[in-house]
């Protein structure tokens, strides 16, 4: 059992990624529901409503003031599902709060739970999306009021965000999404990435455009923009970006060879070089790619972790079936294929082509592809 003791963090005990919290005895009855059908959850509820089973189910009880939990549940969940009126839910938590990108999805329920409110964090926290979960869980009404969600328009915060596009720099995220939302003229430019975007049954709203090029986009004046593309823009494109946010979609494979024991730093140094000099961002690269033999080589294992990437490990066989320009006997001498970096920078990315071929710098042989998945080549978007 957990004692709330002022000024002393309780000791939680962090299971699930959602906290769910109720101090009244029906709170307590739809807690306890809520638990058995929502997975990756953690409940709490005051030790006066104990019914024997708690150990069994992993439920932790607690007595004292429950605003003395919420500062052990703030940094270890990402959403607390609080069954507590608003008001005082609100007061409790205020003190706890940081940044909309940090702070964790906050969805309270009342009582008799009709009604399931998102109150914090409602796109980056996850919290709209919790509070239609838990809503048809419990067979309550989803109260959500962020524009977006409530006109049914795109939310700039959360763009691709399911695919796992980044956005390049968030300065103008608010001004952007007040452009969408305010019904104001909005550019989405397209270069990359999954084109499933729209999540709505119904046509784009009338004041969102796509077009097919930056520059066709600054022709049109938008007053707002959404720019998805792997590349570095040019100066003159750069102008799209006064009141846009530039989204780096997952498109990039790297295809990666190394002598044994190649440190991290230079493997890294090579990447960024080389994607400079192909007016590339770092941000979309999805993947290293690479030879089963090196599956184990701590450099490239270093790298992948750093930035999040996958690591996709090829047999010999495997990159021998892709069609490569420079195949190479030494190659094969002492790994069984006709070449690393250039097979297996193809295979991932599905294409016949490269952005690099080939390229060797120190201890490093780097080949670069680009999905083809919504991407065309320089020569297509200038037609």
């Known amino acids: 059992m957990i004692t709330l003791v002022e000024n002393e963090l309780p000791d939680i005990q962090r299971h699930g990624d959602y906290a769910i919290v109720a101090i009244t005895k029906h709170g307590v009855e739809l807690a306890r529901k809520l638990h058995g059908s929502f997975g990756h959850s953690d409940l709490y509820y005051m030790s006066k409503f104990r019914r024997g089973d708690e150990s069994e189910r992993r439920i932790q009880l607690f007595e004292g003031s429950v605003r003395l939990l919420f500062p052990a549940l703030f940094p270890a969940y990402k959403g607390l599902i609080i069954i507590i009126s608003l008001g005082a839910v609100i007061r409790m938590i205020a003190p706890l709060l940081q940044d909309k990108k940090k702070d964790p999805g906050i969805v309270v329920i009342d009582d008799k739970g009709e009604h399931v409110i998102s109150v914090l964090s409602g796109h980056l926290g996850g919290a709209n999306e919790l509070t239609r979960e838990v809503a048809a869980a419990l067979g309550a009404k989803p109260v959500i009021t962020t524009a977006s969600d409530v006109q049914g328009t795109i939310a700039v915060d959360l763009f691709g965000r399911r695919f796992g596009w980044e956005w390049e720099s968030d300065e103008k995220l608010t001004p952007v999404s007040a452009s969408v939302v305010n019904e104001e003229r909005v550019a989405v430019v397209q270069e990359a990435g999954e084109p499933g975007w729209w999540l709505y049954d119904t046509p784009l709203p009338p004041n969102i455009q796509a077009y097919e090029s930056v520059a066709e986009a600054l022709e049109a004046k938008p007053q707002a923009a959404l720019v998805v593309t792997p590349r570095m823009l040019t100066p003159d494109e ?92 030494t190659v094969y001498k002492f790994t069984g294929a006709y070449g690393v970096s250039e097979p297996a920078a193809k295979l991932y990315a599905d294409v016949d082509k490269l952005a690099l071929t080939k390229k060797k710098s120190g201890n490093v042989t780097i080949s670069v592809g680009v999905k083809r998945q919504g991407w065309r080549a320089d020569s297509e978007r200038k037609a």
Not at 259 to 282: F, H, Y
């Open 238 to 329: 750069e102008a799209i970006l006064a009141n846009g946010v530039l989204y780096r979609p997952k498109v990039i494979a790297l295809g990666i060879g190394c002598n044994r024991g190649t440190t991290a730093e230079e493997i890294e140094a090579v990447i960024r070089e080389t994607l400079g000099e192909l007016g590339l961002s770092i941000r979309s690269v999805q993947a290293i790619c690479t030879i089963d033999l090196k599956k184990d080589e701590e450099g490239l294992l270093a790298v992948v972790a750093k930035h999040g990437w996958e690591f996709a490990i090829y047999t010999p066989e495997q990159l021998n079936r892709a069609e490569i320009e420079a195949p190479s006997d």
